[in-house]
């Protein structure tokens, strides 16, 4: 059974940074591509962040481009999100969701997501 | 980037009605879209890859259509289960999201 299981979100002040991680399960997490999706409080979804089976490629919007950072460890099937520079409008259920195929970026498993709340 | 203009962003429907859900690419996406049903609380699940392709476990009343910059979902006889959020997300370039659309019941 495929899993994905978030962790690292919590309480951060604007400007500071905080690292989210991904434990992956039930599949071999070194042949998908891996992605961070994230949902603002009663708002829709955003992706964030791609990153390619190798970790040699990644993606994000403009939005968060040059603040965020994600990476991988096929050895230890784990993804993560380095925020830096978050601001309020960071403030989100981050998920992390596994792409279907290298070519086609839809998103077929999800995990159930951890809060991320940037405030003073 | 391509915009995904989604249309009602709320739908009031009572138990066995018809309800159409549309988005639109502001370029031609390929068909390359998906569906996806999320309850409070819970991450958003597949339900239609590739405009009207349903994924294993999406029940039959669930289907989609369209081409080129013009697409819909649809629930043929709503169901109580089926009282969630749905997005449509394109995967032709970097993937967007639309807006999301709230079902309730009437």
């Known amino acids: 059974e495929v899993q994905l299981v978030e962790s690292g979100g919590g309480l951060v002040q604007p400007g500071r940074s905080l690292k989210l991680s991904c434990a992956a399960s039930?599949?071999?997490?070194?042949?998908?591509?891996m992605a961070w999706v994230r949902q603002a409080p009663k708002k829709g979804l955003e992706w964030v962040a791609t990153i390619s089976t190798s970790g040699s490629r990644t993606y994000y919007p403009d939005s968060v481009k040059g603040r965020f950072t994600i990476s991988r460890d096929n050895a230890k099937s784990s993804l993560y999100l380095q925020m830096n520079s978050l601001k309020s409008e960071d403030t989100a259920t981050y998920y992390c969701?596994?792409?279907?195929?290298?070519?086609?970026?839809?998103?077929?498993?999800w995990g159930p997501g951890t809060m991320v709340t940037v405030s003073s | 980037d391509i915009q995904m203009t989604q249309s009602p962003p709320s739908l009031s429907a009572s138990l066995g009605d018809k309800v159409t859900i549309t988005c639109q690419a502001s370029q031609n996406i390929n068909k390359y879209i998906a569906w996806y049903q999320q309850k409070p609380g819970k991450a958003p699940r597949l339900l239609i890859r590739?405009?009207?392709t349903l994924e294993s476990g999406t029940p039959s009343r669930f289907s989609g259509s369209g081409s080129g910059r013009d697409y819909s979902f649809s629930i043929s006889n709503v169901e109580s289960e089926d009282i969630a959020s749905y997005y449509c997300?394109?995967?032709?370039?970097?993937?967007?999201f639309g807006g999301g659309t709230k079902l309730e019941l009437k």
């Open positions: 590739y405009t009207s």
């Open positions: 997300l394109q995967y032709d370039n970097l993937p967007t």
């Open positions: 039930g599949f071999t997490f070194s042949n998908y591509y």
């Open positions: 969701a596994r792409h279907v195929a290298t070519t086609y970026w839809y998103f077929d498993f």
